[in-house]
């Protein structure tokens, strides 16, 4: 199964965007879920965690400005991000935490321009 993350965009520094990625219907809500996201210079860094009772964990990029959130209803998780800047660009891809190799969808892409 791969996980599908859509709500990317082209926006201007300081601008807001949110991501989702549902889940298959079976999916285990009990997992802690995570935001990736790749430069084509970097290797696939976590961004954002969100443990099965709401935990939540930050990469330092991303305290303060951005928020993950879930609902295991929906089986959904979300990331708002807000006052986005440049170096924000990437792809981003939601996974388990740690990701599952075959869990990765193709991301949604996010460019920020100054």
């Known amino acids: 199964v791969q996980l599908q993350a859509s709500g990317g965009g082209q926006v201007q520094a300081g601008d807001s965007l949110n991501l989702t990625c549902v889940a298959p219907?079976?999916?285990?809500?009990?997992?802690?879920m995570a935001w990736y996201r790749q430069t084509p210079e970097n290797r696939r860094t976590m961004v954002a965690s969100?443990?099965?009772?709401?935990?939540?964990n930050y990469a330092d990029p991303a305290k303060g400005r951005f928020t993950i959130s879930r609902d295991k209803g929906k089986k959904a998780v979300y990331l708002e991000m807000n006052d986005l800047k440049p170096e924000d660009t990437a792809i981003y891809f939601c996974n388990t935490k740690p990701p599952v190799p075959s869990y990765w969808g193709q991301g949604t892409l996010v460019t920020v321009s100054s």
């Open positions: 219907e079976n999916f285990n809500s009990l997992f802690t």
């Open positions: 969100i443990s099965g009772n709401g935990v939540t």
